[in-house]
Nanobody
């Protein structure tokens, strides 16, 4: 199916920035929606940002104006640029692929990345 490898997490002070990357591989012809989710400690997983195949985006209200999602279709990679980070952004961040099609015309199952820890200190 689709394998996702995330990178870019780490420890940063409040007000700092991080850039997360998620590279998809496998029998991929195209990808529909790519997104980022996060799970703060003791909380449910929540959608942070999504980007559709045509480039339209949606964001969690609390990250609007601070985070930017983008994709490079040639590399099957999605990015999350996180600026002005706050302690409440601390979470494990997961990327997700939906609507991927294989080279033989089928649809591939939705896939999750392994998660990357983002910790924002005050």
């Amino acid at each position: 199916q689709v394998q996702l490898v995330e990178s870019g997490g780490g420890l940063v002070q409040a007000g700092g920035s991080l850039r997360l990357s998620c590279a998809a591989s496998g029998n991929i012809f195209s990808i529909g929606t790519m997104g980022w989710y996060r799970q703060p400690p003791g909380k449910q997983r929540e959608l942070v940002a999504v980007i559709l195949s045509g480039g339209s985006t949606n964001y969690l209200n609390s990250v609007k104006g601070r985070f930017t999602i983008s994709r490079d279709n040639a590399k099957n990679t999605v990015y999350l640029q996180m600026n002005s980070l706050k302690p409440e952004d601390t979470a494990v961040y997961y990327c997700k692929v939906q609507g991927a099609r294989s080279w033989d015309g089928g649809y591939l199952r939705d896939s999750w990345g392994q998660g990357t820890q983002v910790t924002v200190s005050s």
